[in-house]
């Protein structure tokens, strides 16, 4: 989230994956040839989004698992591993998050680090600031998904797999060393630890801890309670030597404790200012040792029957191949034709899948806080609703829908607890509210994006859709008296149509920043409640929210001109005057790179994480009157055009590729010239997205880029919070998409597919462009666009014929795109 605005580029230094990741992942695609299984997971490289910031872990986890073992690194490490060969590792940890970007990290709880001390316990270092990070080995880093390798430069090999609740860790030292451990009570990524207690019981070999922590994107007066059980003697195969507890100050003394067995610090007494934790070795000089870990946010009791229940005594290999084989199921709901498909856009479209099924994290049974002993399904790390609410929860409704449906509850029983739902859950609490407001932005675009495909199932799906709509509404109308971590201010926005710059607000507070941008986002949204409202037959309020959703006319500045192109959303006083900003402000071409974009106080351009430039193109649901204030298709796509050429587009930032402005690069569909949206869309992914380690253009934003590059490579693209599907060309040959809910499937086949084709620029004679659309053998009036429920709700053949002659297949036919203006959405299914 917060690193969204940095650029593809790389770092200078070395990455750390073993070449073998991507000699066996080449491999795997062409055995596919003549396989007669295949195996998906082998054509993941976890390791994509690992360096340029894309803040991705490529650790051990199942989908949506609540763990994910993965090292800890120095430096910027939200996702606990980086790729960057000069950091060093601090441990194996359990809990982590995957593509997001507070600063400071999430989690790292419960590091564990292997050492080698000749001297015995007390010559051990198991601080952070004694000495105890190591450098790893170079290039020899490896992960498939369930599974996770890294080797200290010291030959201490560190592997790790998981359920979704516990895992098991395996260390394997250098022949002739005593295996020591350092297992961490205070330490996590951003250093929040507020107090906690640690146990080791040696006769059960069993060390227990429980405390508190700081929340990673949130006002920082919060706190949550993480618990860890720690089974060290392997079913009987392992034997303990020495024990003992030990602490450290900020100066890096170190005092130790053999046969010390507990660690009790409360709250008042730590705020961070000591390391504290376990030190244990294991007798017989083995070579390997193996650990079972369980994690929990409720107990102690809790974490150690996670571990039981989930792993019990079953070896490694047998948690590495189920973990295998939940992949493998998520993975194949959606079959490419891997013989005929480029390789590399087998291997982006494998990997951007199974990032999209890392997160959110499925706490359920979990919960704490307000949460506590709820009956409904409990997600956590909903990091951010406004990132996903584009691409993710809408690739989710084509194969998904159980899923979808579980965090949908998730999100209404945040309505139930808390008054409105959930935007950027963290670490089980609530995080800051982004470019709109933490409810609305998201939450009314993504359960009204799951009533509008699954309303004929939500009842068996455990969704009720009148509390669903009763949540969008308590979003639209119930204004919190605190709107910085939840609701949206809409005392002010229903009050004058937009939310005013410098207004009176005498009964709610909340960072009075982003008015123009939250003004774009609240009228999407209202747009979403009108949808369901539609569904629901409910005639007054559709007609409400209908002419709410043009409230983004309100902050349009007809006079405002950059680059010699005029009109502009601009931020605007209660009075109806205008409070202009530079367009330019806060783009790739800001004057002062250095502007703060984000949430700071001192953001006054009125726009979030991104510029006038960007949201300007935000009207996804009325593109049609968006062309008209632009001045016609003809400024309106030279405009679009100069947006690109100019350096004004940013594929790792959320406005640049969905809502915001709404998916930039195929919005020449609304100007009928979509010849013009494929171009867009080659140079988009092939020059922002490639299969090393710094192959995402910025922070993965819990698998938001995944899900923006997954639509692409498949050739199409969602309008959130409605059924409509726009019309690209695939960058594969074929593709089946697998719904097991509905027990139906859909294949699209590209006739006349060139592979040539599949690069930045389509090169002169490459077949590229859409000529026609059939369904089920029946040609569509509009190769542009089609409807879900004509598709795969039902399962269909689609035939996407592709041609040569761009000039040819320049036209929507019949029909753009639906907008609201002028007839569309006018019904639902």
């Known amino acids: 989230v917060l690193t969204a605005l940095v650029v593809a580029g790389g770092s200078s230094v070395r990455a750390q994956p073993s070449p073998e990741v991507q000699r066996r992942i080449t491999a795997a695609i062409k055995a596919a040839v003549d396989a007669s299984t295949v195996d998906y997971t082998a054509f993941v490289n976890p390791f994509i989004g690992t360096d340029n910031f894309g803040d991705v872990c490529p650790g051990a986890s199942v ?190 003394v170190v005092a130790r404790g053999l046969g010390e067995t507990s660690l009790n610090f409360p709250v008042s ?202 949540a969008q509404l308590a979003d639209a109308e119930v204004n919190p008296p605190e709107w910085n971590i939840q609701g949206r201010q809409s005392n002010v926005y229903n009050y004058y149509g937009y939310v005013p710059y410098g207004a009176l607000d005498t009964s709610s507070i909340g960072r009075t920043t982003r008015e123009g941008s939250r003004t774009l986002e609240y009228a999407f949204e209202d747009f979403a409640i009108r949808q369901v409202a539609l569904l629901l037959n409910k005639a007054d309020d559709e007609a409400k929210y209908a002419n709410r959703s043009l409230s983004y006319r309100n902050i349009w500045d007809p006079t405002v001109e950059s680059d010699g192109f005029r009109g502009f959303m601009q931020k605007r006083f209660p009075n109806g005057t205008f409070a202009v900003v530079d367009p330019v402000a806060c783009s790739p071409n800001d004057p002062r790179p250095n502007r703060e974009c984000s949430l700071q106080s001192d953001n ?52 640049s590729f969905q809502a915001r402005s709404p998916r930039t690069p195929i919005s020449y569909h609304y100007a009928n010239t979509p010849a013009s949206s494929v171009d867009a869309v080659r140079k988009a992914v092939f020059t922002n997205f490639d299969i090393t380690p710094a192959g995402l253009p910025g922070n993965d934003d819990q698998a938001a880029m995944a899900t923006l590059l997954t639509w692409h490579l498949l050739g199409l693209y969602p309008v959130p919070g409605t059924s409509e599907l726009l019309v690209l060309s695939p960058m594969v040959p074929k593709y089946t998409v697998h719904n097991p809910y509905l027990n139906v499937s859909t294949t699209v086949t590209v006739d006349g597919f060139d592979a040539g084709s599949v690069r930045a620029t389509v090169p002169l004679g490459a077949a590229a462009y859409v000529q026609s659309v059939r369904i089920n053998n029946v040609t569509q009036a509009s190769p542009c666009h089609f409807d879900f429920y004509d598709t795969f709700r039902a399962g269909a053949d689609i035939v996407i014929t592709v041609t040569a002659d761009r000039a040819a297949a320049d036209s929507c036919g019949a029909s753009v795109p639906q907008s609201i203006s002028t007839g569309g959405f006018a019904t639902t299914r």
């Open 63 to 252: 989908p949506f698992g609540m763990v994910k073992f993965v090292t800890d690194m120095t430096g910027y490490a939200p996702a606990g591993y980086v790729a960057d060969a000069t950091q060093f590792v601090r441990g194996l940890s359990p809990l982590h998050d995957s593509g997001t970007g507070s600063s400071l990290g999430t989690y790292g709880n419960f590091e564990i680090m292997p050492l080698i001390c000749p001297g015995g316990f007390d010559s051990c270092a198991p601080n952070l600031r004694g000495g105890r990070e190591r450098l790893r080995k170079n290039n020899i880093d490896d992960a498939t998904p369930g599974y996770f390798s890294l080797t200290l430069d010291n030959s201490i090999q560190m592997e790790a797999t998981s359920t979704r609740r516990a895992g098991l860790e395996r260390f394997t030292f250098p022949k002739g060393n005593t295996p020591f451990f350092t297992l961490d009570l205070a330490n996590d990524l951003p250093g929040s630890f507020q107090g906690g207690n640690l146990n080791i019981d040696p006769n059960a070999g069993r060390i227990t801890i429980g405390g508190f922590w700081g929340d990673s994107f949130g006002p920082g007066s919060t706190k949550y309670q993480a618990f860890a059980c720690y089974d060290l003697l392997n079913n009987g195969a392992q034997k303990l030597d020495q024990f003992g507890v030990w602490t450290g100050d900020l100066n890096g």
């Open 604 to 655: 006054t351009i009125g726009f979030y994480e991104s510029s006038s430039w960007e949201y300007s193109w935000f009207v996804p649901h009325d593109m049609a009157y968006l062309i008209t204030m632009m001045g016609g298709n003809s400024t309106f796509i030279k405009r679009l055009d100069h947006f690109f050429n100019a350096g004004y587009y940013l594929a790792g930032n959320e406005p």
């Open 269 to 470: 007494l730590i705020q961070g200012a000591i390391e504290a934790g376990a030190l244990f070795s294991f007798s017989g000089y083995p070579t390997q040792v193996t650990i079972r870990v369980g994690v929990s946010f409720l107990s102690e009791a809790q974490a150690c029957a996670n571990a039981e229940s989930e792993i019990g005594t079953a070896a490694f290999e047998e948690i590495v191949a189920r973990s295998k084989a939940l992949w493998n199921e998520r993975l194949s709901r959606i079959e490419i034709d891997v013989p005929h498909t480029p390789p590399n856009v087998t291997e982006l479209l494998y990997s951007s899948l199974y990032r999209a099924s890392l997160t959110p994290n499925n706490a359920t049974g979990e919960a704490q806080g307000d949460f506590a002993d709820t009956t409904a399904f409990y997600f956590d790390s909903l990091y951010c609703s406004w990132d996903t609410f584009r691409t993710f929860y809408p690739l989710m409704s084509l194969h998904s829908p159980e899923v979808f449906a579980q965090i949908v509850d998730s999100y209404i029983d945040g309505y139930r607890k808390r008054g409105w739902m959930p935007e950027c859950r963290a670490n089980n609490i609530p995080g800051w509210t982004q470019g709109g407001d933490s409810t609305c932005s998201s939450g009314d675009v993504i359960v009204g994006h799951f009533a509008i495909h699954y309303h004929n199932e939500a009842k068996a799906l455990g969704v009720d859709l009148t509390e669903l709509y009763a």
